[in-house]
């Protein structure tokens, strides 16, 4: 849970009809507040704002081309996630707020053996032994594999090619985890209160 900063902003003027979503307490929110930056020349258009989360009351900085500082995490809470796999996890939605790609999809791939290993899988193997340790013990839905083996070929491709991974990429392999995610933790913690 984010932390909720006291106080009040000075000097802030209204805003009216935007809305977003804060990178920092993953809220969607349409600030009643913030500070507009000024072009230099007349007629002084606003190339930028800053804007204040009535949620959490940090700032969120927006150019005129409505590229976001700190950018929106992908993805969502999920329930039932082992300490290290929230960690983990919350890293790589970190990486894509930042525009982070690689680093995104590298923890993404790191994800796959940390659960290999948190459901019993031994340490110390290959990256392909978890994969093969999950897809084994049905951990991976059927028709699943496709996608699974899309991160590890992602993460593989960041790790040891030059060119880097895109935002587009980054979404995508987030997008999987999170729903192995659920799958793995979320839906069999769920179920748990009904046994």
């Known amino acids: 849970m984010t932390k909720i900063i006291e106080g009040i902003w000075n000097n802030t003027e209204g805003v009216q009809q935007f809305s977003y979503v804060c990178g920092y307490c993953d809220s969607k929110v349409a600030p009643s507040f ?36 700190p950018g929106h995490r992908l993805g969502t809470k999920i329930e039932h996630l082992p300490t290290d796999i929230e960690e983990l996890y919350n890293e790589a939605r970190n990486c894509f ?14 994800l796959l053996m940390n659960i290999g290993h948190t459901k019993g899988a031994e340490a110390g193997k290959s990256f ?3 994969v093969d340790y999950l897809k084994d013990n049905h951990y991976i839905p059927p028709n699943s594999e496709k996608w699974v083996d899309m991160i590890r070929q992602k993460g593989n491709k960041a790790t040891h090619e030059i060119p880097t991974m895109s935002k587009a990429d980054a979404e ?6 999170e729903l192995l995610l659920r799958i793995v933790y979320e839906m069999p913690g769920n179920m748990a209160k009904y046994q």
């Not at 190339?47 to 949620?55: D, L, N, S």
């Not at 707020?97 to 790191?110: D, E, F």
């Open 34 to 69: 913030g500070y507009f930056l000024k072009g230099e020349n007349f007629p002084y258009e606003e190339i930028g704002y800053i804007f204040i989360c009535p949620h959490c009351n940090k700032p969120t900085f927006i150019d005129d081309e409505e590229n976001q500082f």
């Open 97 to 110: 707020a930042v525009s982070a790609n690689n680093s995104a999809i590298l923890s993404c791939r790191k």
């Open 128 to 130: 392909v032994y978890y």
């Open 172 to 177: 995508e392999m987030l997008k999987f985890t």
